[in-house]
């Protein structure tokens, strides 16, 4: 998993600026290589075979004696937490409603962080993707969502999560910041000029 760069961040910029000329809001764009470390899932995980495991094969052939199979449940563990510490492996361990949820929480943290409750119109609008775990979400102020409700940017969405899960993170970012422009600059025209937010796109790595 490569995050996009530099140049590719520059157009995620570039395609915001042109938006915010036709709209009052704000757009704020956020890609986090992966919203938790899920270091806890390694572990359970690591621990449950290190118990089950060795045990389970000395059950069959009693090759062991108590110290020896003490020592082989925590070499186990030792290799188990490190092997599942790869993120490929680990975000295949940690269920999907887990990943969403860590993903979804890191969403709403990085609304509040990054002031899109404080515009002047509330009309913040923040676009999130979190790639390990293969998520979008598109959260907006009160001005917004006024006018424009969830189930607005739900195709939208669909559409971005596809792209993502097929490694296409810059056109999926610049054809979602096309579309929801097409909506706010119907829904919210350009009143003003003002750009309260920074435009470039927010790494989390």
Not at 61 to 79: E, H, S
Not at 106 to 129: C, K, Y
Request: aromatic share 6%; net charge negative.
């Amino acid at each position: 998993m490569t995050l996009l760069t530099e140049s590719e961040q520059r157009q995620v910029a570039a395609a915001i600026e042109r938006i915010e000329r036709e709209t009052d809001a704000e757009l704020v764009t956020v890609l986090a290589a992966r919203a938790d470390d899920y270091t806890y899932i390694s572990l359970l995980w690591a621990g449950l075979l290190a118990l089950l495991l060795p045990g389970a094969l000395n059950l069959v052939g009693n090759w062991l004696g108590a110290g020896q199979l003490l020592l082989v449940q925590w070499a186990t563990f030792i290799l188990c937490s490190l092997l599942f510490r790869l993120p490929a492996l680990t975000t295949r361990l940690v269920p999907r409603p887990v990943r969403h949820w860590r993903a979804s929480n890191l969403a709403r943290r990085q609304f509040i962080e990054l002031g899109l409750h404080h515009t002047a119109a509330e009309s913040g609008m923040l676009i999130f993707v979190a790639e390990a775990e293969r998520y979008v979400e598109i959260l907006v102020d009160r001005g917004i969502a006024s006018r424009l409700d969830d189930a607005s940017w739900q195709a939208i969405v669909e559409a971005f999560t596809a792209q993502v899960k097929r490694g296409e993170t810059l056109q999926g970012f610049l054809a979602c910041i096309e579309a929801c422009g097409a909506l706010l600059k119907e829904q919210l025209p350009a009143t003003h000029e003002r750009n309260e937010l920074p435009n470039r796109l927010v790494i989390l790595s």
